[in-house]
């Protein structure tokens, strides 16, 4: 089961960047039936029946009356049938397809019994027992091969019969061949023979063979008698006759398929989706996963959730994002180097999983469904596009943000000034305030932490102290920086304004000329 | 003749390869099932396949009707299902090759009857390999003669094929006699020693398409890129002309890198397998002598060469210890039954 996003749903540098195609491959199971998936972003609605359901087998799972590695070892058996689907329509199935079908059919039906014993008000499929009842019928040995009527098979024998005749006069021919000439005429033919051979003579006279010059040799070929030839063409009319009477029986298993077709295809486009789901929970039971709850009030709550690709590079380091959001404007408030960027990025991985219908990496996570996300991050410019940075931010904010949307933007209006990027945040915060959606940025600027209606929240930092007049090591600061989040109270504000000098002491660790140091040294002894 | 008893478990894949269109291949093939059938007594399952489609059924050249494969009850055969509709309750259903791993639907089915039948297989080496994976779950036990081609150079990957069969065409054509010349030249080249081999182990991957060494072992450089096409590669080469290098290909020793290298005879070119070296002596190199040395990475084991022979005024050298055998001349008896 390859499953891919549709296109342009995460932009393709987000993608790489957050690996989304490892994630993915988590659910690369060998299914046939579900050779490959592409997941497109999934409306309210759909999203939360999308899940509904899972969370409804997943219950029975909890309840141990399902058990998803036994259900998708069993799927696993079912034939991919979309290839046969317009034969079977159009009433033209021939006899591998027959295989496929009642292979099909067979397994569906075992499977069905297996969720009956988690779901007995369900029932086996109406469909599936009449077309394995007529598949028994016409075929043998598990659908593989023709079950033959009493004409058909004395046909078969007297096809038989006729091979052997022709097989002895052939051998008798061919032995009379070689007495009367030496030659041995076996596959391959026809045979060259040198011009100057001693039985060319004999060859010659031989009523039995044709000769044909080409070059520097003699193309010896048979030269078959009546008595061959009536028996070859027996054997071919009896084949003839065989032919016909296997299309006429192909023609009336096709009639009696026929009316089952409508709803066996439902019921082949049911097993498909049921699969998938049973695919999702085997993986989610695999990589300890879990399900969205789905509230009204908008509005998210992850705890302990994960970036996968960020876990597998910190290992045990690694600290998942615990993060509660409301709705309106929340302010990601925080020093360099804290793991801002990495919050909305974890919080993007998740919302666009879940638009794709995905259990998620983590340990729980409470929102409402995420409609629309969109995500702004820090850029350079795109001179194709002719646009600064500035211009690229100020375009996403002409998007159409719909009610509940998830809005995320790093480092609000860092691409213009200082005075008039505050200002502009300001503006932006205050009109997201009031607005029913989820906006969630990260900012320097202290002037955002004076405005009201907003929700702030810091970066827990590393507390050090200048020793002696030099910065701690880097890898120091790099192992202690927390990467937790607290909510900033108003009575916190004038604390969360005390941290300006660290981006100092951060620089003071890059091969920066000498000269620029000694200036931020000088600008750290005050 | 050499058509031995199957010996151990497993499947054993002959592969059969011609060294030009109308070399007698089918013919080659027939002939080899049709012994293998006797002398096998029914002890494994022989299964037919092909690399692409074998099935034009009209000589082009001759404008006469080609062989077709003809296969026996009993036996096995894999093929694109299009060409089972007119054998409809003259074979068993063993398998059904499906996606994702098939780019189309291919049948492994049994005969109920002896039939003709066009043989269509997949062209690509995954799908060869992952075909050959569920062969082995179905007849455990069993020979595979698959249909080749020269121009694919998977072909002669060692997790591909065992052995080989060639039919090479001795013609009056000039072009036909060289790539009959050239393609038993290849088949003679020796295997690259230990040594080399150990140098060159991790090296060996598909998408490595050349690796140059000094000699003591140092990379000098690998490239991804079709050496031909590898400019760096050829560069280094000429610079490295006065000193002794080992330089592996995983790509045609193409015409033109044929010229390149040949006046480097501080050189030895190792090429991954046989179906590299192939068309060079067609061109006109003016009589340039390649002064490398070649060998091969991989073996190449050669069951039998079969010539066809359209005329005797030309000789081709065979490789030694090869049987070479001509089915279509009546006075070479050591081919009889």
Partial sequence: MKLEFEQKIVPDSLYEELCFDDFLSWFDLDIPLLPRKILRPMGREKGEEHFKILQDLQRQVDEKKLRPEKIISQSQKLPFLDFVLPFYENRSLEQYHLYSLGKFVSENLLLEEMEMKSLPESELSTCCLKIREILQAYTQKGFSGLRFTTEEKRLREEIKKSEKEVDSKVSKYEREIYEQTGLNMIYPYPKEVSRDSDSVPKILNCEMLSVKPKRDINLIDYQLTPSVKGAIAKKNSLTRDFNQLMKNKLRKINRELHPHYMEFKRCYEERKDKTFYYALLLVKQHQSLCLPTFQVPLGCRLKNAVLPSLQAQKKEKYIPLNLDLDHGANVLFGANMTGKTTVLKTLYFQLTAIRMGLPLCAESIVLHFPEQVEVHLKSAGNIKWNLSSFGQEIEFFTMNMSPAAYILVDELFQSTDPIGGAELSKIILQEFSARDVVFFCTSHYPEVLNLQRIQLFRMKDVDFEEKNGAAPDLAYLIDSIPYELEKILPENIGDALQESKKPLYIALHFPLPESIKERIREKLKG | MTIDEKKGNGITTLSFIGSDKNAGKTTVLNFVYRRL?????????????????????????????????????????????????????????????????????????????????????????????????????????????????????????????????????????????????????????????????????????????????????????????????????????????????????????????????????????????????????????????????????????????????????????????????????????????
């Fill in chain 2, 37 to 337: 059938k006797e002398i096998d007594k029914g002890k494994s399952h022989i299964c037919l396949g092909s690399i692409g489609i074998n099935g034009e059924d009209i000589d082009f050249y001759e404008n006469r009707q080609k062989p077709m494969i003809s296969i026996y009850k009993g036996s096995y055969f894999i093929t694109a299902t299009e060409y089972l509709r007119d054998l409809t309750g003259k074979y068993r259903m063993a398998h059904s090759f499906t996606g994702p791993h098939f780019s189309k639907v291919y049948v492994l089915g049994e005969c109920l009857f002896d039939f003709q039948i066009i043989l269509e297989g997949p062209n690509n080496k995954e799908e060869i390999l992952r075909m050959k994976r569920d062969v082995q779950a179905v007849l455990p036990d069993s020979y595979l003669l698959i249909d080749g081609s020269i121009d694919r150079q998977f072909i002669a990957h060692p997790a591909v094929s065992d052995e080989f069969y060639f039919a090479v065409l001795v013609s009056t054509r000039k072009e036909q006699l060289q790539k009959a010349r050239d393609l038993l030249f290849s088949l003679s080249l020796q295997v690259c020693t230990q040594k080399h081999k150990d140098l060159l182990k991790d090296w060996v991957k598909e998408e490595n398409k050349s690796v140059l060494f000094g000699e003591g072992g140092e990379l000098l450089y690998h490239g991804k890129e079709i050496p031909f096409a590898d400019k760096k590669l050829q560069d280094i080469c000429l610079n490295c002309k006065k000193k002794k290098c080992i330089l592996y290909l995983n790509s045609a020793l193409s015409k033109s890198l044929y010229a390149l290298l040949a006046p480097l005879k501080n050189l030895t070119v190792i090429l991954n397998n046989f179906t590299l070296y192939q068309n060079i002596s067609v061109y006109d190199f003016q009589n340039r002598i390649f002064l490398p040395k070649i060998s091969l990475f991989h073996p190449v084991k050669v069951r039998g060469i079969f010539l066809k022979q359209e005329t005797t005024q030309y000789t081709l050298t065979t490789p030694k210890n090869i049987p070479v055998y001509n089915l279509f001349r009546e006075e070479l008896h050591e081919i009889r039954i």
